[in-house]
């Protein structure tokens, strides 16, 4: 169920982490720290809830870290991230889902949330954020890659184009 879509999340962390490659440092500094950041801040909830999953303690006082760390490391660190959490949708025990998780928010909050729930919020989340540096991208008359998962599906799975269209 969900394995599908980190594979998605996976191929578009990689598609966007390259374009922020174009960012000129130079000429858009403060554009290219924003974008990093924002993939930073993916990264570490998507460390924050993978801890919440195993029933580990956070290991991060806040939704970013305050250093900003070089885009290769960066990507090197969602990669690997990224590659656990298809690993961990994919061998996760359906009934396992509905699990409810209780743990506490960087701000001190308790929350209580499904292992469904978890993951539907990384997939989001992510999202969400991407489009976000997307935006930067545009600003920058940069191209920004697809994110959508109708784009990733196909390209996955070259076949899907095989019929020839849509039925009329």
């Known amino acids: 169920m969900f394995a599908p879509l980190f594979a998605y999340k996976a191929w578009a962390n990689a598609s966007m982490l390259e374009?922020?490659?174009?960012?000129?440092?130079?000429r858009?500094?403060?554009?290219?720290?924003?974008?990093?950041?924002?993939?930073?801040?993916?990264?570490?909830?998507?460390?924050?809830?993978?801890?919440?999953?195993?029933g580990e303690t956070n290991p991060y006082a806040a939704t970013n870290t305050e250093e900003t760390p070089e885009l290769a490391a960066l990507a090197e660190s969602i990669r690997t991230s990224d590659a656990w959490l298809a690993g961990y949708a994919r061998e996760l025990p359906a009934e396992r889902l509905g699990e409810r998780l209780r743990f506490r928010f960087t701000d001190g909050n308790a929350g209580e949330m499904s292992r469904a729930e978890m993951l539907q919020h990384l997939i989001v989340h992510g999202a969400y954020?991407?489009?976000?540096?997307?935006?930067?991208?545009?600003?920058?008359s940069l191209p920004r890659p697809a994110d959508t998962i109708n784009v990733y599906l196909h390209e996955a799975e070259p076949s899907r184009r095989e019929h020839g269209g849509a039925a009329r």
């Open 19 to 26: 374009a922020i490659l174009a960012i000129d440092g130079e």
């Open 28 to 54: 858009f500094p403060e554009q290219r720290l924003k974008a990093i950041r924002v993939m930073n801040h993916t990264y570490v909830v998507d460390r924050i809830f993978a801890a919440h999953l195993l």
């Open 129 to 140: 954020h991407r489009g976000a540096v997307g935006q930067i991208l545009d600003a920058l």
